[in-house]
């Protein structure tokens, strides 16, 4: 799954801090989307996105905020509404009712 | 609202024996099942699915079944190797939507 870049693969945020996740795929997907992954919790869906300007809440938005300006681009905020960050982050894409593609992860912790 | 059950949490499996474990999901909507792998600190990565149109699916030693009317859904690894120990996650999507809702995983453990 090379099309799909998550950047950084470590970060580290200060209390108070907003943070940015970065994803960028180049798999022309239409949908894009945002999960969080604690041990023994599975994956819990943050914000999913369809199409270009438009975006959806999932299971735990609070405290996180997304764009969509571009197809290939969807990059999560960790905000400082988010007390307890520290998990790992998963952005994956995929074309409608055909499987999903994973970024490799962004591992947050606080300081 | 929808929700995706998963069990066992935690497996363990002598080398050379079946595995099997087991989800169910809520919405009756729901129409496209895949399964996940994931290996320690890495991405999830599919390893078979299946469509709401179909009862079975097999790839080599794995396989899915479905069983819409008690909206039920297991994967089956025979002869299983060391290579299998994971964590592996079903998940659920729904016809409305592209929205796909995970299980909470299963650990594998493939004993020597």
């Known amino acids: 799954d090379g099309g799909i870049t998550q950047s950084p693969k470590y970060l580290f945020r200060k209390e108070g801090q907003n943070v940015t996740l970065s994803c960028e795929q180049n798999?022309?997907?239409?949908?894009m989307y945002w999960y969080r992954q604690d041990p023994g919790q599975g994956l819990r869906l943050i914000y999913y996105?369809?199409?270009?300007?438009?975006?959806q809440k999932g299971d735990i938005a609070e405290g996180y905020s997304v764009s969509r300006e571009k197809k290939e681009s969807f990059p999560l905020t960790v905000t400082s509404a988010q007390k307890n960050p520290t998990a790992f982050y998963l952005c994956?894409?995929?074309?409608?009712?055909?499987?999903?593609?994973f970024g490799d992860g962004t591992r947050l912790s606080i300081l | 609202g929808e929700n995706v059950e998963q069990h066992p949490s935690t497996l363990s499996v002598q080398e050379g024996d079946s595995a099997v474990i087991k989800c169910t999901y809520s919405d009756s909507a729901s129409n496209y099942f895949p399964w996940y792998k994931q290996e320690l600190g890495k991405r999830p990565q599919l390893i078979i699915d299946?469509?709401?149109?179909?009862g079975e699916k097999k790839d080599q030693r794995i396989a899915v079944t479905l069983n819409k009317t008690a909206k039920h859904f297991s994967l089956h690894i025979t002869e299983t190797q060391p290579e299998d120990s994971a964590v592996y996650f079903c998940a659920a999507r729904l016809n409305r939507d592209d929205k796909i809702i995970f299980g909470k995983g299963t650990r594998l453990h493939i004993l020597p």
């Open positions: 994956a894409s995929s074309v409608y009712n055909q499987p999903q593609h």
């Open positions: 996105s369809q199409i270009v300007n438009d975006f």
């Open positions: 299946i469509r709401s149109n179909v």
């Open positions: 798999l022309n997907h239409d949908a």
